[in-house]
């Protein structure tokens, strides 16, 4: 898989086309699967490793054309990247920092359009992943419904009646379903409400987390609902618990903004406006800064203060911002500085045109 | 009997293990919750660490030699104990879920409220749950054996794998 060509373009689920995209970004799905004949991850030995990432990719290579979603499955070896590129990936949400970080044979397939990804060997042997742009829940379940079935026809996975599909740690047992949808909650943030908008969903078992951001902190005011628990309930019913309150959520923010607008327009025109007007001019722009601004700007080319510009452009800066992103598409290896220089000039030329530019497939 | 950190009196008794070595904690409720509460993690989730929940396993009146004897426990198949799960938080391989079942029973009603499966189950019958954790039990003996540079049992090993691995394809639909 060529990750320059990838880091051309943004990935399907970036597209921001799907429903609800002006506040729901992406629908992600993951399910974690275990091998039933092999030791979980942490006493599984190198040969062990190597044995359950050749077992694993050489199955899920004939997947080819299998079933009605899945498209072809491109195998990447994480271990063999090197640092820029598995960041890269990470960036681009197709692995976890922690399958980036962790030592031993390890890989990821995914598939060119990046709404799949199977990671190999991370914190169990299998985490099989479905993204769709916007709120789409209930396709991202089907497709990787069908996933989960086409591998578990050519492997055994570690299961009992009794607990339901083994995970290494016991916070994934059951159905091994992580559902989540990754939200742009920027109203909510100035508003100051997103703190009672966490608690009342950590009463309803549903964990908030910021994206992009050190502890809680959410960058680009980016946030991920989704479930804590994964036992004693089935899938659909757990995916059903988040898709039940998104739209409640959906609501608060669209309140927020137009409170915004009706109490405080002028603020909030200008704060848009500055934004963006540094996004377009800076010289240099540290990664924070950006995605900050970003936010306001997302926001106000929503609520159609800014229109020369379109969702899908902003979304792809997000991304292309980041750091090994921005490495990947100058092709040079930059320290932080650099990278700042060169993170405003790609915004420069990003945003500095009459029209927006037409997207190259 | 008063808190150890505040001075109300002591309403729970928990009796910690630190590094096998039983460390018995008296304290009121409030210091109690505090004691015991979810931590957030490094990717700011709200859900509790192992070490919280575990902590409040422990906190149902077990004494401390019982505590010692249940961390002495270890898995046949992949040869963990009970304290090093507790410790790093990762079960060893599928079939602790059979030897730890009664201390995992609880932890898991911590987690998520329930202890039963309900949802998807596999097409394939994963029937012979046996015969899978013997390839896991095979697999630790043929590393034992090249470790002791005892080749020829490792070889042995190896083909006996080979051979299960090879009967358990032919019978896959």
């Known amino acids: ?361 | 009997m008063k808190c150890q950190k505040c001075d109300k009196p002591a309403t729970f008794h928990i009796t910690d293990l630190v590094d096998g070595k039983p460390n018995e904690l008296h304290l009121c409720e409030e210091c109690a919750h505090k004691f015991l509460a979810p931590a957030v993690d490094e990717a700011g989730e709200s859900l509790p660490t192992m070490a919280g929940l575990l902590a409040q396993h422990l906190a149902v009146g077990e004494t401390a030699e019982e505590l010692a004897r249940l961390d002495e426990v270890t898995c046949p198949v992949c040869g963990i104990s009970f304290l090093e799960f507790r410790k790093q938080g990762r079960l060893g391989c599928p079939h602790d879920y059979v030897c730890f079942a009664n201390e995992l029973e609880p932890l898991l009603l911590n987690i998520h409220g329930e202890t039963r499966h309900v949802g998807k189950v596999p097409k394939r019958c994963s029937n012979n749950a046996e015969q899978q954790t013997q390839l896991i039990v095979l697999r630790r003996q043929m590393k034992d054996a090249v470790a002791a540079e005892d080749y020829e049992r490792a070889s042995q090993l190896r083909d006996e794998i080979r051979a299960i691995e090879r009967a358990r394809e032919t019978t896959k639909s």
Request: charged share 25%; proline share 3%; hydrophobic share 40%.
């Open chain 1, 1 to 361: 898989m060529d990750l320059k060509e990838l880091a051309k373009t943004s990935g399907e689920w970036l597209r921001g086309s799907g429903p609800q995209s002006d506040i729901v970004i992406s629908s992600r799905i993951r399910l974690a699967r275990n091998l039933a004949d092999f030791p979980f991850i942490a006493r599984a030995t190198e040969s062990d490793r190597d044995e359950i990432g050749r077992l694993l990719r050489e199955r899920i290579e004939t997947l080819h054309g299998a079933g009605q979603f899945t498209g072809q499955l491109i195998y990447v070896d994480v271990r063999a990247l090197e640092e820029v590129d598995r960041r890269f990936l990470v960036e681009r949400q197709l692995i976890s920092r922690e399958h980036a970080e962790s030592e031993g044979a390890r890989g990821v397939a995914i598939d060119p359009r990046e709404q799949v990804s199977v990671m190999i060997n991370e914190e169990d042997h299998l985490r099989i992943q479905v993204m769709k742009s916007g709120l789409d829940l209930n396709s991202a379940w089907e497709q990787i419904n069908e996933l989960d079935d086409l591998i578990e026809a050519r492997v055994t996975y570690a299961y009992s009646d009794r607990f339901g599909y083994l995970t290494a740690c016991p916070t994934n047992v059951g159905t091994g379903v992580r559902v989540s949808v990754m939200l742009h909650l920027p109203a909510l943030v100035i508003t100051r409400q997103i703190d009672k908008v966490f608690r009342s969903l950590q009463k309803i078992n549903l964990a908030v987390r910021g994206l992009y951001g050190e502890g809680s902190q959410a960058m680009g005011d980016f946030y991920q609902i989704s479930n804590q628990i994964t036992l004693g309930l089935s899938e659909e019913e757990l995916t059903k618990k988040v898709a039940d309150v998104v739209p409640v959520l959906i609501d608060y923010e669209r309140h927020a903004r137009d409170f915004l607008i009706r109490e405080s327009q002028e603020t909030l025109h200008d704060r848009v406006s500055r934004a963006y007007g540094i996004l377009r001019t800076a010289q240099t722009i540290s990664s924070e800064e950006t995605m900050h601004l970003l936010s306001s700007v997302r926001m106000g080319v929503n609520l159609g203060l800014i229109n020369d510009l379109e969702i899908p452009t902003v979304n792809k800066l997000f991304i292309h911002t980041q750091p090994a992103h921005l490495q990947k598409l100058t092709g040079m290896e930059l320290d932080t500085s650099d990278r700042n220089i060169e993170r405003a000039a790609y915004l420069r030329r990003n945003l500095n045109n009459d029209r927006p530019r037409p997207e190259h497939n």
